[in-house]
């Protein structure tokens, strides 16, 4: 099975800082990697697809990049509606969809 | 509007059963594979099961295949996920989350999500 691992679990920054966040691949996935964002108490939501497609919608401070095993998401200037935990997920091993364990965003 | 509203959770105990429904609106609700996604409390997602539109293919993770059951009533607009034989580590809230067209094609991911259900095994 392949594993996704994001990195740093979680995260403190300021309001306008620039954040990254990464998620790695145990094995290649192309670039067959999306990226939710859930806020407390609610479902998660769709931000990125693909590795670097933007959903219609999302504020273009966010970005994703990468392929095969290694990939971004990166808020270019953190607002605090961005509080919310980051999960990446792949989808080269179809049909099993693999999310990545987190990662916890908060404001200092 | 795309709505997916899940109902069925509720406390159960060990070994014991419960269905799971999502009704689904705004959307030809037929023509789209549908998944379960599950969130033990405190930690991350994790894809449980999923169906075609036509409700023929079904797709299951390893720890539930075999007590989970996925299926569909595309007259009715609503997906039903019947769980037997629930262990303490199915304790979660659990996803209903439409598919952009197909399962286990590309591009592939998860447009519209529920609300979500929780379900509580414990004695």
């Known amino acids: 099975d392949i594993q996704m691992t994001q990195s740093p679990s979680s995260l403190s920054a300021s309001v306008g800082d620039r954040v990254t966040i990464t998620c790695q691949a145990s094995q290649g996935i192309n670039n067959y990697l999306n990226w939710y964002q859930q806020k407390p108490g609610k479902a998660p939501n769709l931000l990125i697809y693909?590795?670097?497609n933007l959903v219609t919608g999302v504020p273009p401070r966010f970005s994703g990049s990468g392929s095969d095993t290694d990939f971004t998401l990166t808020i270019s200037s953190l607002q605090p509606e961005d509080i919310a935990t980051y999960y990446c997920q792949q989808y080269e091993s179809l049909p099993r969809y693999t999310f990545g364990q987190g990662t916890k965003l908060e404001i200092k | 509007e795309v709505q997916l509203v899940e109902s069925g959770g509720g406390l159960v105990q060990p070994g014991g059963s419960l269905r799971l429904s999502c009704a689904a609106s705004?959307?030809?609700?037929?023509?789209?594979?549908i998944s379960w996604v599950r969130q033990a409390p405190g930690k991350g997602l994790e894809w449980v099961s999923g169906?075609?539109?036509?409700?023929?293919?079904?797709y299951y993770a390893d720890s539930v295949k075999g007590r989970f059951t996925i299926s569909r009533d595309n007259s009715k607009n609503t997906l039903y996920l019947q769980m037997n034989s629930l262990r303490a580590e199915d304790t979660a809230v659990y996803y209903c989350a439409k598919h952009i067209i197909a399962i286990a094609t590309r591009p592939d991911f998860f447009d519209y999500w529920g609300q979500g259900t929780l379900v509580t095994v414990s004695s």
């Open positions: 705004g959307f030809t609700f037929s023509s789209y594979a």
């Open positions: 169906i075609s539109g036509s409700g023929g293919d079904t």
């Open positions: 693909d590795a670097s």
